[in-house]
Nanobody, 122 residues
């Protein structure tokens, strides 16, 4: 499956963005999905994950209550709704897929989108 993430941009602190991840060459409902992010000079970190049918979600503690991961399997799409953004959320955001349950480890994911940059100004 090929993934393409988009929707990043420059936003002021307290603002909102919606990231999208479009899948092609595969059926998204077959995959556990996740969003990761990588800030400059830092390691890639898990942000949120969602099971194949959307019944299970998992979040990094620092984004709980602010971010929502969602999927629309009929559209082969994954989303990350980000509210109350903070400067520390600035990073390149990646969507990722694996054939089973979503996990928090980047190495568990076989498929990655190219990343979309989110910049939050203070």
């Amino acid at each position: 499956v090929q993934l393409q993430a988009y929707g990043g941009g420059l936003v002021q602190a307290g603002g909102s963005l919606r990231l999208s991840c479009a899948a092609s060459g595969g059926i998204l409902s077959s995959y556990g999905m996740a969003w990761f992010r990588q800030a400059s000079g830092k390691e890639r970190e898990f942000v949120a994950g969602i099971s194949r049918n959307g019944g299970f979600t998992d979040y990094l503690d620092s984004v709980k209550g602010r971010f929502t991961i969602a999927r629309d399997n009929t559209k082969n799409a994954l989303y990350l709704l980000m509210n109350t953004l903070k400067p520390e959320d600035t990073a390149v955001y990646y969507c990722a897929a694996r054939s089973t349950w979503p996990t928090r480890r980047p190495d568990d994911y076989a498929y990655w989108g190219q990343g979309t940059l989110v910049t939050v100004s203070s």
